[in-house]
């Protein structure tokens, strides 16, 4: 099969689809060079022709059956929608960036509410502790950096006195751990960021969980990478499915979160973790322990992957989870040459963490299991609250008991013909905001199987509803979700 008639076959049915291209000459009715363009679009985005450079216009007109100035005018929308570029001699090229954005529904939506937040809603969406009376008492002075930092204030690396702090409390958790092992960030989510940029490259799989914390897809598909997903079970994730995956595929780093998982709570069984770990050796595979949530782990934190292979892993940590998400204190842990490289990456970036939220920080580290102790009583009463409501009022739903975290997990169930994207709309419109499913996995995508597939389905009939707010607002928040499910699934009265 040649390649026009292969991208003939991609493309499918198109004349009948009006996509998702705008349609400048008539919104209500896509011209066909419109919907050419949706279709082509739309394989481009699944990554089917990343790096591919498209039939001439005339052949693919000839093998469609349009004219040629249909195709020229589709190929000139996805040039200015930046998926494809076309220079002299060498065609029209995909451009190997692979999918832009997640899709709507997904991520986006999330950072809007973070960014332009209701005030008439209640915020069952965001999964981080409020600035309450565990933290507000803290009290720091720039005075208090005197023989803390260098003159000037600039620590790239973080300020020595944190860093030895961290590295402290890791080695009392049983990890050990030295000051210029450690790299202080702002916030686990920088962390992820660097680790994506230095190692992460253009096109390479990424392989994780479904579901999983949407930050880190998102930062890996910036970064211009594939996350793949690996099928799991109870006990986490499953060596023989990412076995598959790395039999086709040299994998950029395993990512896993496996003291405590966002959005599920969940946790890789102790004795499963060897047999993932020795696949990561046995492939050279990078590890990144995303270690942000496990402090909030109800029976107290698991014995970290960084301990079993330090050589291999590198280890995420946070406090923001933990003490308050406005801190944006967070940290990698890992060999020394890896932090080297981070750090420079870093330096090169910002020079720096901010020094005041350092030193809050070092302040909170000092007293931290008292700090825990509260927090994980209080998450522990506001998900058993939560979820006592929402299995009340919503008993169709499926919503496992969490390890730890700020979030539940709610399946829905499938004979309802409801996924998470429309209860999360109609949640909208009834004053609560949760977070779909469809955020926490990964994309369709070259690497996927029938296991992947079948996780990313189960993920996007479901959403995740966190219990950071205070008792009222939750109970107030399952009202209306109920309120919004009914809507959805309660047969409209006979005319």
């Not at 082509?40 to 450079?53: H, K, P, S, T």
């Not at 897809?217 to 994730?237: H, K, N, Q, T």
């Not at 020394?336 to 720096?352: H, N, S, Y």
């Amino acid at each position: 099969m040649s390649g026009v008639t292969r991208l003939a076959a991609e493309l499918g049915d198109w004349r009948t689809r009006g996509g998702s291209a705008p349609a400048p000459h008539d919104a209500a009715t896509p011209s066909l060079a419109d919907r050419l363009a949706a279709a082509l679009a739309a394989v481009i985005e699944r990554g089917a022709l990343d790096g591919v450079r498209l039939p001439a216009e005339r052949r693919l007109a000839v093998e469609l059956g349009v004219s040629r100035a249909t195709v020229v005018h589709a190929y000139a929308e996805l040039r200015e929608r930046g998926l494809v570029s076309s220079r002299e001699r060498s065609g029209t090229v995909v451009r190997a960036i692979g999918r832009r954005g997640r899709a709507p529904g997904t991520q986006l939506p999330q950072l809007q509410r973070l960014l332009a937040p209701d005030a008439q809603h209640v915020d069952l969406a965001v999964a981080a502790p409020p600035l309450d009376a565990l933290v507000a008492g803290v009290r720091v002075e720039l005075g208090d950096a005197a023989g803390l930092v260098q003159p000037h204030g600039y620590d790239p690396q973080g300020i020595p006195a944190l860093r030895a702090a961290i590295a402290g409390r890791l080695t009392d958790d049983g990890l050990d751990a030295s000051p210029d092992e450690v790299l202080v960030t702002s916030g686990a989510h920088e962390a992820l960021s660097l680790i994506a940029a230095l190692f992460v490259g253009r096109g390479q799989p990424v392989a994780v969980d479904a579901p999983t914390y949407p930050g880190a897809l998102e930062l890996f598909e910036r970064a211009g990478g594939r996350p793949a997903i690996v099928a799991g079970d109870a006990a986490g994730m499953r060596p023989d499915a990412l076995e598959r995956l790395l039999a086709r595929r040299v994998v950029a780093l395993l990512y896993l979160m496996p003291g405590c998982r966002s959005p599920t709570g969940g946790s890789i069984a102790r004795g499963r973790r060897p047999a993932l770990l020795e696949l990561a050796a046995r492939h050279d595979l990078l590890v990144v322990e995303d270690a942000a949530l496990d402090k909030l782990r109800f029976d107290g934190p698991l014995p970290s992957l960084r301990s079993l292979a330090p050589e291999r892993v590198l280890r995420v940590g946070s406090l923001d989870k933990l003490a308050w998400a406005g801190l944006r204190v967070g940290w990698v842990v890992g060999p020394r040459a890896t932090i080297a490289r981070l750090t420079a990456l870093k330096a090169a970036r910002d020079l720096g963490s901010g020094i005041l939220g350092q030193l809050a920080a070092l302040e909170l580290l000092r007293d931290v299991d008292r700090l825990r102790a509260a927090r994980v009583a209080q998450a522990r009463a506001q998900m058993q609250q939560l979820r006592a409501e929402l299995n009340r009022r919503v008993p169709a739903w499926a919503i496992a008991v969490p390890e730890g975290g700020w979030s539940l997990w709610a399946r829905l169930p499938r004979d309802a013909g409801v996924d998470g994207d429309a209860l999360t709309a109609a949640a909208a419109r009834h004053g609560v905001d949760v977070a779909a499913g469809s955020a926490h996995v990964a994309p369709p995508g070259p690497h996927d199987d029938a296991s992947a597939a079948r996780e990313r389905a189960e993920a996007i009939a479901a959403v995740r509803i966190a219990y950071v707010a205070p008792p009222p607002a939750l109970s107030e928040g399952a009202r209306r979700l109920a309120a919004a499910w009914d809507e959805l699934t309660q047969a409209p009265p006979d005319v």
